[in-house]
């Protein structure tokens, strides 16, 4: 019997990374799901990560701690910036939001990077996208790109012809479109969270650009929105 591949998928506790690690495991990848505690505000995503993790079938699951929110700069991770709640409207140009969060990806595929190593793996997973996003300059595919050309330099894997391949599964689809096949693969978007501001029990706000992405998403693909709400449509 092969040993399956393994691979490291990014796994914050969202929707997109719940579908990133349920898309490595329908390619049957031995999947190692990594969570990153990098200060943000929105801890329940971490707490969702967990849950995501045992139902889809990662092989293990680790915590990285590092703390972005020592820099600031971020709606994210410092709370003397406030999380927005008014979204732009169609065609104005809002340049970078500040719910981005300086370094973020980098730092993350790096760690995972790390791990990926230490475990004879060649391949990573992320669900950065480029569509229905807040244009964040790290959900590029030429960011990915260039983050795996770095990769390849910078490893030993990578010297020694391993080469090391960056997935980035959702990055050309839509938020309805990434529902769909997540639904399709039996995704349980009712124990993530998305939300920039949920609640401790993990309740969406309702209000942030990340729940209307995800809300209309959901209207989109057709599919009952299972978010449970700290106040519906508020």
């Given at each position: 019997m092969t040993q399956a591949k393994r691979a490291v998928v990014l796994l914050s506790g969202g929707l997109d990374s719940a579908t990133c690690l349920a898309i490595a495991r329908d390619q049957g990848f031995d999947a190692y799901a990594l969570s990153v505690a990098y200060g943000q505000r929105h801890t329940a995503e971490l707490t969702a990560s967990l849950r995501v993790a045992q139902a889809l079938g990662a092989r293990e699951h680790r915590l990285a701690r590092i703390d972005l929110g020592q820099f600031g700069g971020s709606a994210l991770t410092d709370p003397s910036i406030?999380?927005?709640?008014?979204?732009?409207?169609?065609?104005?140009?809002?340049?970078?939001?500040?719910?981005?969060?300086?370094?973020?990806?980098?730092?993350m595929l790096s760690i995972a990077m790390a791990w990926a190593e230490v475990l004879g793996a060649n391949d990573i997973f992320i669900g950065v996208n480029a569509v229905d996003y807040s244009g964040y300059p790290d959900c590029r595919p030429a960011f990915i790109q260039a983050f795996e050309t770095m990769a390849n330099l910078a490893t030993r894997a990578g010297v020694e012809g391993a080469r090391l391949r960056i997935h980035a599964p959702l990055i050309d689809l839509s938020k309805a479109d990434i529902i769909r096949r997540g639904t399709a693969l039996g995704v349980d978007y009712g124990i993530t969270v998305t939300c920039y501001q949920a609640d401790e029990a993990g309740r969406a706000c309702g209000r942030c650009e990340a729940c209307r992405l995800r809300a209309a998403g959901f209207a989109g693909a057709g599919v009952a929105d299972p978010t449970p709400y700290q106040l519906r449509n508020a």
């Open positions: 406030e999380v927005p709640e008014d979204m732009p409207a169609d065609g104005e140009s809002t340049g970078i939001p500040v719910t981005y969060v300086p370094a973020r990806n980098t730092v």
